[in-house]
């Protein structure tokens, strides 16, 4: 393969989810399209960023406001007392599409590894998450929204003891029965979501 082409297949391989061979794909995909196309792909990457920040609540990517919070952080007709806490971005939009949660949210950004940490990994923001609900006093439950993996169960354990360390009144619960193992937020149908939270109980 051309050089500038293994270039553009080794930058595609660091996306989530695709390894060398998809890149290859990718890339042969992209040389038989027309030049709009790769224009408006490039354009849409570059420009991407411009109105989008990450909220300085929650840590999700949205557009944000002058104080820097997301469309759901500044929303004061949501309840906060509860803080939902996620992996990932696309989890937010899965609780959301559930419709019955009407609480504040919060980004961990990575579950704990069990393992030795892999190059690249992003790191949970549990310090953030503890300063915010130093700042918000007025949560009283904390759901971890985490996948049913080994690592979302670790997970849930290690921050429930971090937060009840600094926090010993507040209630740390997780999402009830319906998952089923291994189901990741993001997959999950609203329906089991929905029970999920509606059976979420006190993590010991
Ligand atoms: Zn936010």
Redesign the pocket.
């Known amino acids: 393969m051309p050089r500038s082409l293994q270039k553009l297949v080794d930058l595609i391989s660091e996306l989530p989810g695709i390894g060398p061979r998809q890149a290859r794909r990718v890339v042969q995909f992209l040389l038989r399209t027309d030049m709009a196309f790769k224009k408006r792909l490039a354009e849409a990457i570059v420009t991407m960023n411009e109105n989008i920040s990450q909220?300085?609540?929650?840590?999700?990517f949205?557009e944000?406001n002058a104080k820097g919070?997301?469309?759901?952080?500044?929303n004061p007709n949501r309840d906060d007392a509860v803080l939902v806490v996620v992996e990932k971005d696309v989890d937010v939009d899965g609780v959301e599409a559930v419709h019955s949660y009407k609480g504040q949210?919060f980004v961990l950004g990575a579950l704990m590894p069990l393992a030795r940490q892999r190059k690249n990994v992003l790191s949970p923001r549990v310090n953030e998450l503890i300063k915010r609900l130093k700042a918000q006093q007025h949560i009283q439950e904390v759901i971890l929204a985490f996948s049913t993996t080994p690592e979302g169960d670790f997970t849930a354990k290690e921050l429930k003891n971090k937060i009840q360390e600094s926090f010993p009144t507040t209630k740390v619960t997780v999402l009830g029965r319906g998952l089923s193992l291994g189901a990741e937020i993001e997959y999950a149908d609203q329906e089991t979501l929905r029970s999920a939270l509606q059976g979420r109980s006190e993590i010991f």
């Open positions: 909220c300085s609540s929650c840590f999700r949205d944000v919070t997301c469309s759901l952080c500044a949210y």
